[in-house]
């Protein structure tokens, strides 16, 4: 008997060839992803599946995920949508990939007290704001952007996950009273060269932040609350723990990620009275 179409098997092979030489770090894992956002599955059926076919509307779907992948086109925007912490976001050019690491400041934001109003500066999708609700339905989460565009998309994922944040356009907490700010501002170095997956799609708005990339982190941490848990760059958190002490957070902690580089830092004073 002949088949519909090329077993799923073939497909991830002829796909992996040219992502390899493309230059993608993971080649195999993203064919896997994008074969099964195109046949509509997890990638957990696709792999414990073999005996499924990739035919018609599929095939051709998966044909040109895998054309704008070979251009270096991140996954996340090829299937349009990121798992972050418990959640799934809904991601496009407009806002920056949210990331693994990133999940250690909502982990740091978990142990506010009961009601505490939070601020997350620079949202992007929504990523902070959004998890942290999700986690902690008793907290006040108001999310800020200087970007329209990725206050639309968080707004559209708060609408389709039913959570209960509030959007605001402005700079860092926009004048907004809070007892806990948290962010992953941009802190890339102006002028670093950057994986082509990073410097060709996300935006740029997102990513640089000045010649030593702390230009919006200088200013954030002037942030008058109790509470602050920013994420920042690889090799920047002894410049970071001096700018939270000069403000006056007389407790700041580093937090390591997965593979032991400090990313994050929690920075705590009393309230003022
Ligand atoms: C690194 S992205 C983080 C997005 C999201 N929080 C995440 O972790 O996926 C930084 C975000 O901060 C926004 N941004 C940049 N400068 C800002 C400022 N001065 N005030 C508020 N938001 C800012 C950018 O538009 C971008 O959406």
Redo the contacts with the bound molecule.
């Keep these: 008997m002949t088949r519909a179409g090329t077993p799923v098997r073939d497909a991830l092979d002829s796909a992996t060839i040219p992502l390899t030489a493309a230059g993608c770090d993971t080649p195999r894992l993203d064919a896997e992803v994008l074969l099964a956002a195109a046949l509509g599955i997890s990638r957990l059926e696709l792999i414990t599946d073999s005996r499924r076919d990739v035919a018609g509307p599929a095939a051709r779907v998966f044909m040109d995920s895998v054309r704008r992948r070979r251009e270096r086109e991140p996954v996340a925007y090829i299937t349009g949508r990121k798992g ?1 912490r418990h959640i799934e976001l809904a991601v496009d050019r407009r ?5 693994p690491e ?1 999940e250690f ?1 909502v982990e740091a934001a978990l142990s506010l007290p009961s009601g505490a109003r939070v601020v ?9 704001a959004l998890a942290l609700k999700h986690e902690r339905p008793d907290l006040d989460v108001v999310a ?4 329209e565009d ?1 206050l639309d998309v968080a707004r559209h994922n708060a609408l389709r996950l039913g959570l209960d944040v509030t959007f605001v356009a ?3 907490w ?1 004048g907004l009273e809070a007892d806990a700010v948290v ?5 890339v170095e102006t002028g670093s060269r950057l994986m082509p997956d990073v410097g060709m799609f996300e ?1 740029h ?3 640089f ?1 000045g010649e030593d990339g702390l230009d ?1 982190i200088r ?1 954030l941490v002037a942030a008058p609350v109790p509470f602050l848990a920013l ?1 920042h760059g690889l090799g920047q958190a002894d410049a970071i723990e001096a700018l939270l002490r000069e403000a006056d957070f007389d407790d700041v902690s580093r937090v390591r990620d997965l593979a032991g580089i400090e990313r994050v830092a929690v920075a705590r004073r009393e309230a003022a009275a």
């Design positions: 972050f806002v920056l990939i949210p990331r990133t400041v997350d500066v620079g949202t992007g999708s929504g990523a902070i800020t952007d200087v970007s990725a402005g700079d860092l926009a962010s992953n501002p941009p802190y935006p708005g997102a990513l932040a919006v200013r994420e």
